[in-house]
């Protein structure tokens, strides 16, 4: 050990230092003495090793275990491993699939059913005046607005004279959803043409303006249904009024329905337009 004071060297026992007379303490002592700090650090090293043999004892402390090595046995150890090659996949000669126009009158007619019958009231009062030429033929917003109103007044007599306009709108509205899901909506305008002069707005209701057809009833009748299309479908439909005490039909009107196939809807199916027959509208492709 070394004096406090002066620094000078000292043996582990002098209690004073021989130079400058300055005393020593008893942990200079202490810790000077090599035997001492020796039993120090045994001590701690026991201490140590009794509280990791405790932890361990207890499962308080887990030592990581090696894995275990396989046995093998003398004949595995002799034997070579084989690696067998991967098996070959036949390859695929499926066709993919290619759609086809068909004529699908038989399987769809009585499916289309629903829908078709709606159309029918407004298609058969409308066939004799596109039968001669004498009006011109449109489909629009308007059309379909006077289609649905003319389902619900003579189909469903939802609608009535004196009905508050408002309710009727909502009625149409969705009246025309129905049929034509969102290629159309809601437009009631009056004009001088056919059909737009069918209903005209008066005051808070709606007035219907046609000459009405008594003794008559409506007639539809399904010539054809070509799928054009995955899902989309052309009819051929014949529309006109027939008596109802003899039978005999009026002026036939022969219209092309294009529908579409909709999922959720009322029907299943959601009309896309509505035109007079063309030439080749039967033939499987246009």
């Known amino acids: 050990m070394n004096c406090k ?16 007379g300055t005393k020593t303490t008893v942990i200079q ?17 026991v201490a140590i090793a009794g509280l990791l043999t405790y932890f361990i004892m207890t499962g308080k402390l887990k ?50 059913k629903g829908l078709l019958g709606r159309l029918k009231p407004f298609l058969s009062y409308s066939a004799s005046f596109y039968f001669d030429g004498s009006h011109a ?22 609608v009535r004279y004196g009905n508050d306009i408002k309710d009727i709108k909502k009625k149409t509205e969705k009246e025309i959803k129905t049929l034509f899901g969102k290629n159309y909506k809601y437009q009631l305008e009056y004009g001088g043409s056919y059909p737009n002069y069918v209903y005209r707005p008066v005051g808070n209701t709606v007035v219907f303006n046609a000459t009405r057809i008594p003794g008559k009833d409506y007639s539809m009748e399904t010539k054809k249904i070509i799928e054009y299309e995955e899902g989309r479908y052309r009819i051929v439909a014949d529309a006109c009024l ?12 022969r219209y092309t329905i294009m529908a579409d196939k909709k999922e959720g809807s009322k ?11 063309k030439k080749n509208d039967m033939k499987v492709s246009e």
């Open 5 to 20: 004071k002066c620094g000078t060297e000292l043996r582990e026992n002098d209690v004073f230092c021989y130079y400058c």
């Open 29 to 45: 002592r202490i810790f000077s003495s090599r035997a001492i700090v020796g039993s120090i650090i045994a001590i701690v090293i």
């Open 63 to 112: 030592l990581p275990q090696r894995a275990k090595e396989p046995v093998v046995e003398e004949h595995q150890q002799k034997e070579p491993q084989i690696t067998q090659p991967p098996e070959k996949t036949a390859e695929s000669t499926a066709t993919p699939y290619v759609f086809q126009p068909a004529d699908v009158t038989t399987e769809m007619k009585k499916e289309m």
């Open 137 to 158: 033929f449109q489909w629009d917003d308007k059309t379909a607005t006077v289609m649905a109103l003319y389902n619900l007044e003579h189909n469903d007599k939802t």
């Open 242 to 253: 027939k008596s109802r005490t003899s039978g005999s039909k009026g002026d036939v009107q």
């Open 267 to 277: 029907h299943g199916y959601v009309v896309s337009k509505i035109r007079l027959y």
